[in-house]
């Protein structure tokens, strides 16, 4: 699950492309399948929005939930691939990006009325 926050001004138009990046992201290094796609947008009304000095209102935050067991290499790699991409592919520099990864343990996820430690069927490997 990835959750995407800006100002909704900015956020919205590119809502799509965005998407698009980070998905692409999340396959290139991570081998997530296509059709393993859960981003939710809170595009948010300026005037809520507080984010640190240096920034510009593209600024972006990009939480990405996901089991743990990714080395720590790879998940350098995802970041800074985002960064990367979202500047070359969206125009939005990487200091107005800010992402951070959350890593829960398998049994703390619950989907298709089980639990991440009891599916044996995953289209892709956590542990990369």
């Given at each position: 699950?990835i959750?995407i ?6 956020l ?8 698009d ?11 997530m399948?296509e059709?393993?796609?859960a981003h939710r ?6 005037v809520?929005?507080?984010y640190?000095?240096?920034r510009s ?13 990714r080395?720590?290499?790879?998940q ?7 960064f ?5 592919e969206l ?6 990006v800010?992402i951070?990864l959350h ?6 996820w ?8 009891e599916?044996?069927d ?6 990369v």
């Amino acid at each position: 699950m990835i959750l995407i926050y800006g100002i909704k001004e900015r956020l919205n138009p590119i809502k799509g492309r965005l998407s698009d990046v980070i998905h692409g992201s999340m396959r290139d290094v991570l081998g997530m399948p296509e059709d393993k796609r859960a981003h939710r947008f809170i595009p948010m009304e300026a005037v809520d929005f507080y984010y640190p000095g240096g920034r510009s209102d593209a600024y972006t935050v990009i939480e990405i939930n996901m089991m743990a067991g990714r080395r720590p290499e790879t998940q350098k790699t995802l970041i800074k691939t985002l960064f990367e991409r979202i500047e070359t592919e969206l125009g939005i520099r990487p200091v107005d990006v800010e992402i951070t990864l959350h890593e829960q343990p398998p049994h703390c996820w619950g989907f298709r009325g089980m639990t991440g430690d009891e599916a044996a069927d995953l289209k892709y490997q956590v542990k990369v």
